[in-house]
């Protein structure tokens, strides 16, 4: 079995590119499907989050309000990290949980971990691979207005909220650069996935 990690910075393509390796026949785990499961009504990291910011964070579902969360955190480097010191543990074990699960049924598999915050979070250190989705900060932004439907000065606060793609570029063991078609990009990634599947038979071997 072969694990790498998938990143990108907001309005990349990075959920593009995992559909195609997903569509491939690699196995990924999503950072963020795991953070909403370890969030729901009654697991630990629900608790913690009740406990720190109060029942005001919480829907009448008693679901934890994702946005009135990110709202609170999103300029506040402290909260932030005292929310990711309650969830990112809970998000770890799970998508362990997942890579094991994997492994045992499927030996030679290509896993890939799609993680938005791979580099912050020092996760890139433990995969054998870095996969980094990549286009110029000027077409994230542009892309971003268009998706979220937001005016330019906030599409450029939440990209520089972030480490720059530049700089996560640096990272890459494998790059994907997402600013031409989309056919352009499907290329690359069948060649990534190619390599990958080749270094994970032989890791088998």
Known sequence: MLVAGLTG?????????????????????????AAREVVAPG????????RIFGHE?????????????ARIVFND???????????????????DDQVRSIHARTPDAVVILDVPLLIETGMHSGVSEVIVVYCPEVMQIERLMIRD???REEALARVRA??????????????????????????????VYGLLKDKAAADKR
Not at 43 to 50: C, E, G, S, T
Not at 77 to 95: F, G, N, Q, T, Y
């Open 9 to 33: 910075s907001i309005a990349t393509g990075k959920s593009t590119v995992a559909t195609i390796l997903k569509d491939l026949g690699a196995f990924i785990v999503d950072a963020d499907a």
């Open 43 to 50: 697991m630990k990291a629900w608790d913690a989050i009740v």
């Open 57 to 69: 964070i919480l829907q009448k579902t008693g679901e934890i309000d994702r946005q009135a969360l």
């Open 77 to 95: 480097a402290a909260m932030r990290s005292i929310l990711e010191e309650a969830v990112h543990p809970e998000v770890m074990r799970s998508m």
């Open 149 to 151: 439907r937001i005016r």
């Open 162 to 191: 972030q480490i720059s793609i530049e700089e996560k570029r640096r990272y890459a063991s494998l790059l994907i650069d997402n600013s031409a078609s989309e056919d352009e990009t499907r290329k690359q990634v069948i060649d």
